[in-house]
């Protein structure tokens, strides 16, 4: 069975703080990972996904076979990463999303 | 806008009508997604066409659930006989087999 968990469901950083938001996954195969941000009022839209190996908006996510993990990570966090983050695991066929974790970085 | 649409953005029920929603992929996409998002959750998925042929159906999609993509384009999903625990956003997604998946603004039904 595909499941991603995001443990945190709030996060709160200041400006300029670095930022981590924790995801773990389970499943058997082979995972490809996804990192969706929904800003206010606006649609889920995709962040990164892993097999691309590149920074978005200055954040990265290594995915971590050993410990099932694929963390979001900035290293200065900006007022305008505020949004709700959402892990998301495509395993055979469809796309399992975790519960997600609202960021907000304060000024 | 090429992007996903949904059709009707919101939608107010009584309990036990039935409500049809409609998804506009974007085009020469061939698979085509329903999720269902409540309030402090993430999407959970309910079913997968690729093209016209449903390939997948979660056991949230209980039978009084059914989703159809009759000429592999646009999609419906309708919920028959409302509850009050169907109030949620219903977002519909699309993507090429194996890229990216993008997704609708939504449609909030609210059982009343």
């Known amino acids: 069975a595909q499941r991603v968990t995001q443990p945190e469901k709030l996060l709160s950083v200041f400006k300029g703080a670095p930022v981590e938001l924790k995801c773990n996954y389970s499943?058997?195969?082979?995972?490809?990972l996804f990192w969706y941000v929904q800003y206010s009022r606006q649609r889920l839209q995709l962040l990164l996904r892993h097999i691309s190996r590149e920074s978005i908006k200055g954040f990265t996510a290594d995915l971590n076979k050993g410990e099932t993990s694929f963390h979001l990570k900035k290293p200065f966090a900006q007022e305008e990463d505020s949004a709700m983050y959402y892990c998301a695991l495509r395993g055979d066929n469809d796309m399992r999303f975790g519960a997600g974790t609202r960021l907000t970085v304060k000024p | 806008d090429t992007g996903v649409s949904q059709d009707p953005r919101h939608k107010i029920t009584k309990r036990g009508q039935n409500v049809t929603f409609r998804c506009d992929p974007i085009s020469e996409h061939n698979r085509l997604y329903w999720y269902r998002q409540t309030l402090g959750q993430g999407p959970e998925f309910l079913t997968y066409f690729q093209n016209e042929a449903q390939l997948e159906k979660s056991r949230l999609l209980s039978d009084r659930f059914s989703a159809e993509r009759p000429k592999g384009s646009f999609s419906t999903l309708e919920i028959q006989r409302t509850e009050q625990g169907d109030s949620a956003m219903y977002l519909c997604?699309?993507?090429?087999?194996?890229?990216?998946?993008?997704f609708g603004e939504g449609s909030w039904l609210t059982v009343v």
């Open positions: 499943y058997s195969g082979s995972p490809e």
């Open positions: 997604a699309s993507s090429v087999r194996g890229n990216t998946i993008y």
